[in-house]
């Protein structure tokens, strides 16, 4: 049987809000925003800190924050 994966060290949440409009947005900066779970402005949402949503938040720089 394989062994379970543990979690990174040091890997927690990132809470993550949308600042910007999608309006205007290219379709793949809309699913982006999407599939970090953003659905509207001043959202805010808590996920994984993994290298995956770390590239989505920097495709998206100026549609997103980060919040510490």
Do not use: F, N, Y
């Not at 394989?2 to 947005?25: E, L, M, N, R, Y």
């Amino acid at each position: 049987m394989a062994k379970a994966k543990k979690p990174a060290q040091g890997a927690g949440t990132v809470k993550i809000k949308q600042i910007g409009s999608v309006i205007g947005c290219t379709d793949g900066q809309r699913a982006t925003v999407r599939g970090l779970g953003l659905r509207r402005m001043h959202h805010v949402v808590e996920r994984e800190d993994t290298p995956m949503v770390r590239g989505m938040i920097k495709k998206i720089p100026h549609l997103v924050a980060v919040v510490e």
